[in-house]
């Protein structure tokens, strides 16, 4: 039997989010459906985590005394929205707002991009002086990692 000439197709899988990724995104849909319905939701999912499952209880509680949730829950994510949307009633000051907002969103992403270039740098150096190293290695008489085994 001639193997070598048989050629085999191996449907390449479409990148899927593995477990944790889902895992933190179900939780931030849960967290934003429970700030969108504000501190009671919040206080009846703590007790219900308490009657079912007391760590969840527990956790809760802890999460919503650590993120101010216990104390003023306003609707956070769409206050911070609703702030820079809402008309002052001045239409020069309306613009100048709007065109400051889209400056400073555009010198962030820009900001982001350049540490992103500037880690992809740092990361290019080091790997290529750890491919320099490892080529001196050898040529001064020292062992490989791979001699060792």
Not at 41 to 55: C, D, S, T, Y
Request: hydrophobic fraction near 35%; charge should be positive; glycine fraction near 8%.
């Amino acid at each position: 039997m001639d193997y070598g000439s048989t050629t085999y197709y191996h449907p390449t899988r479409q990148w899927q989010p593995g477990l944790m990724t889902r895992a933190k995104h179900a939780l931030g849909r849960g967290r934003d459906w429970l700030d969108d319905r504000g501190r009671p939701a919040w206080i009846l999912a703590m007790i219900a985590g308490f009657i079912f499952v007391w760590p969840v209880g527990l956790a809760l509680l802890v999460y919503m005394i650590g993120t101010n949730r216990m104390f003023s829950c306003a609707n956070r994510r769409q206050s911070s929205t609703r702030q820079y949307g809402r008309s002052s009633g001045n239409t020069a000051f309306d613009a100048y707002r709007a065109e400051t907002l889209k400056r400073l969103e555009d010198e962030h992403e820009e900001f982001m991009a350049f540490l992103t270039r500037l880690r992809e740098a740092r990361d290019r150096a080091e790997f290529e002086q750890f491919m320099a190293d490892r080529r001196e290695a050898p040529a001064q008489g020292q062992d490989s990692p791979r001699d060792q085994d």
